[in-house]
């Protein structure tokens, strides 16, 4: 299928048979995506590794929470491009969350308080 263009760019006309010449700037690359995927699994088989090796203590659970922010930042960054993206429209998705964590951080603090009365 050929691409169908109206403007007169000699950029667009020259690569108009060639699709992969023409769309190649808006890539970001299979070889980062296939590296963060073996960064994903590589945290993912950690996570399945110490979850039966280590005894279920704060520590371990600390570790978990650690490992998914990693990975939840590597899988938004890459997989859903907010890496790539203008710093305002990352930082509108980032302030957010970072207010929901600190909500539920004391809602689960001020939860705990009613089992001391």
């Known amino acids: 299928m050929s691409h169908s263009s109206h403007t007169t760019d000699n950029t667009t006309l020259m690569y108009e048979n060639n699709q992969e010449m023409l769309y190649q700037g808006e890539s970001h690359g299979t070889k980062e995506i296939w590296k963060i995927f073996i960064w994903l699994t590589v945290i993912t088989v950690l996570d399945i590794i110490l979850y039966f090796t280590l005894a279920p203590t704060m520590f371990r ?12 930042y590597l899988i938004v960054g890459y997989f859903m491009h907010m890496k790539h993206e203008h710093k305002y429209l990352a930082l509108s998705i980032l302030v957010p969350v970072i207010f929901i964590v600190g909500l539920i951080t004391g809602l689960l603090y001020e939860g705990n308080f009613w089992s001391t009365i």
């Open 61 to 72: 659970n600390i570790i978990f929470v650690a490992f998914g922010i990693v990975k939840a």
